[in-house]
């Protein structure tokens, strides 16, 4: 679990074409401009029952029109100390230029399983030119085209190969793990130490199953559950300038890690960009969320109108998605920090609600009769019988009716609101599946 697989690469050279590719996506829009929306540079694959997050670091460094060296040096060094495994991709048809020779050379030194990517390379007419890429010293090139996906499945043959071992952890698995996570600075390390507080020895530090996160375990006050907090954002890394990224790509394996995240913004700062990619972060893994706008001491303007207004503000910002709780806090005077915890707890149980399937059908039933879905080309869409499919991670319900596939998004929010209307699920995601009945 939590296994990162990094793509590095001077520019043009395919990265984002394989990173679709081996997530099955066209999310990374090709030739877009630099800089716009960075979550989109990562996602998941699954290979043969092994998962790993990919991430194209391409993505995540700004100004990559300026196509320094320091840019990719930049990109390589994140993949350095975040990733397990690096693909590097160069291009045969153009062969090898200075900077795939610059780049092997840090990769040399990196103590990290590296896959030479001998990408484009379209026919078999092309591999043996990709004999030259023998010279980085990184072992044997693998020819694929990240175009027509030739050669892609024994590409993740490999991976899978190098992945480091699953290990077991040795967690109760019956109990909660709460991440806290957010940009730097929004004070995610105060609140943490206001949680553990001076009372360090109540708390039992079981190393971390990935080589970063470390779980906490939290029991007083009749709450017990798992603190999951990076190492690494408690220590700032070598590299200053770039928090922003890493704090992101570090997030990744604390998300994915949880079951609730308690996303920290800060009160002064309001929403920032690096705010709603953690965010999509935490949605694409379907994890309960609490948001808490914390440095609330610092706020001049406490009325009941302010603190509206920032509501609305957020939920605006991190639509469609608006049935989470808001918290304000402060972690330097543990202004409202328990409530914190206490509403991770409650986030959690939300996620294991079960709703009879008798009571489903009596409530949901007539309030869909009296909105049906639109009717399409003239066939009306009925709506038999709603169940909730057995415990998983998310709640996930089943609508049975005659014509699933001309139910579309806007009516299956218009469900999901229902839903949450009549049964308390704030703060976590709901899967809504139509089915042929």
Excluded at 9 to 19: A, C, W
Excluded at 348 to 372: D, F, G, Q, S
Aim: a neutral charge; hydrophobic letters at 40%.
């Amino acid at each position: 679990m939590g296994n990162i697989v990094a793509i590095v690469g001077r520019p043009n050279v395919g990265k984002s074409t394989l990173f679709n590719r081996l997530t099955q996506t066209r999310q990374a829009i090709v030739n877009e401009e630099a800089g716009t929306t960075r979550d989109r540079q990562y996602g998941k694959v699954d290979w043969n029952g092994r998962e790993f997050s990919l991430i194209d670091t391409g993505g995540w460094v700004v100004n990559s029109d300026d196509i320094f060296e320091e840019e990719i040096n930049k990109q390589v060094q994140i993949a350095i100390e975040e990733a397990d495994i690096i693909l590097f991709v160069v291009d045969v048809v153009n062969g090898m230029t200075d900077l795939d020779m610059d780049v092997a050379k840090i990769l040399r030194r990196a103590k990290k399983s590296v896959i030479v990517v001998a990408n484009k390379a379209d026919n078999f007419e092309l591999h043996p030119q990709s004999a030259e890429f023998y010279s980085l010293g990184l072992g044997d090139p693998m020819c694929i085209s990240a175009i027509n996906g030739s050669c892609s499945g024994d590409l993740l043959d490999r991976i899978v190969e190098l992945l480091p071992e699953d290990k077991k952890e040795e967690l109760d698995e019956e109990l909660p793990r709460i991440a806290v996570v957010g940009r730097p600075n929004a004070g995610k390390s105060s609140l943490i130490n206001a949680f553990i507080g001076e009372e360090r020895h109540i708390v039992t530090d079981i190393a971390g199953t990935t080589r970063d996160s470390i779980y906490t375990k939290y029991d007083k006050f009749g709450l017990n559950f798992y603190l999951v907090d990076t190492a690494g954002i408690r220590k700032k890394g070598k590299v200053n300038e770039d928090m922003e990224y890493y704090s992101v790509i570090r997030s990744i394996r604390v998300i994915e890690n949880s079951d609730v995240c308690v996303l920290m913004l800060d009160a002064t700062r309001g929403i920032e960009s690096q705010d709603l990619n953690i965010f999509s972060l935490i949605q694409k893994n379907s994890k309960g969320l609490v948001v808490c706008v914390n440095k609330w001491d610092l706020v001049e303007d406490k009325s009941q109108k302010a603190i509206k207004f920032y509501m609305d503000t957020i939920r605006e910002r991190l639509a469609p998605f608006k049935d989470f709780p808001i918290l304000f806090i402060s972690a330097m005077t543990k202004q409202r920090i328990f409530k914190v915890l206490e509403t991770a707890k409650e986030v959690y149980e939300n996620r294991k609600t079960r709703v009879p399937t008798a009571k489903l059908n009596e409530v949901m039933l007539p309030i869909i009769e009296n909105y049906p879905p639109p009717a399409w080309k003239g066939k009306y869409i009925k709506i038999k019988y709603i169940t909730q499919l057995p415990a998983g991670s998310v709640p996930s319900f089943v609508f049975f009716c005659n014509l699933p596939q001309w139910i579309k998004d806007p009516y299956k929010r218009f469900l999901e609101n229902k839903l949450r209307e009549h049964w308390n699920f704030t703060g976590t995601p709901i899967n809504i599946y139509v089915r042929e009945k």
